[in-house]
């Protein structure tokens, strides 16, 4: 007989600065707002504990040191709580088999004769800079495009850095590996003539849920809100897009890259190059541990 599975995780999601409750909020975190004669948060704990909810993940943001320095690692009152490991730095620097990741991502990319790269970085950036500098330590060519005091979503920020990438240029989601042939990618780009190309993989749920259509050769459909049958491809996390693929959306302005790239099925723009190995990624603990083991592997290094 087997044994129940264990519950899952509850990700909190605490970082606004809670604006309606104002002027309560101005000194103390939602979660610690007085109800009943105690924070907030000590009846939600409770409230979750008996529902055998026993294991929180606090994203905390505004005046979240507060609600650390009250609750800690949550054991006084019988719950683990946990906080995300990107909460004091960016994701690039998440150590993956003792090294920041993207020192391994660097490496891959300079082996593959990627030497120019433009980081849009926005959260903790600075650290990033501070690390990598120029590149020049590492035998490439940094560039940096921040976010404003306005996030500007992937999409916009890929406009804003436009004059610093140029005519046509990679486009890599910062928590992905992916260890493949670029050149190969990039000369289909260029013969197919089109403004963008999307790499895929035939998921089949397998990793994440699939979001594309892709039916010989092309991409017929590309959603990740809305999911059909069809859909057993996944985009894999690497593109190409031509400057003027953006022409049509505003500068300064929120924008998805997946609306972009929308844009470019609707108008039969963006070309389709299904890859055969499966992606690695960190934006997950299970995907850090799969990356983490793979990278040890290579390198010899202890389990």
Known sequence: ?????????VALLAGGMATRLRPITEKIPKLLVEVAGEPFFSHQLRLLKAAGLTHLVLCVGYLGEHIVDLYGDGSRFGVKIDRPITEKIPKLLVEVAGEPFFSH???????????????????????????????????????????????????????????QLGEAFYVLYGDSYLPIDYQA??????????????????????????????THGEIVRYDKKVRTPAMHHIDYGLGLFRASAFSTFPRDAVVDLAAVQMDLVARHQLSGYEIAQRFYEIGSHEGLNELDALLRSRQGAPQ
């Open 1 to 9: 007989m087997s044994s129940p599975p264990a519950p899952l995780p």
């Open 105 to 163: 991502q660097l490496r891959l990319l300079k082996s593959a004769g990627l030497t120019h790269l433009v980081l849009c970085v926005g959260y903790l950036g600075e650290q990033i800079v501070d690390l990598y500098g120029d590149g020049s330590r590492f035998g490439v060519k940094i560039d940096y495009c921040f976010d404003g005091p306005t996030l500007l979503g992937t999409g916009g920020a890929l406009i804003q850095a436009l004059p």
């Open 185 to 214: 990618v990039a000369d289909h780009f260029l013969r197919s003539g089109r403004q963008g190309l999307m790499t895929v993989y035939e998921n089949h749920g397998r990793y994440d849920t699939s979001n594309v259509e892709f």
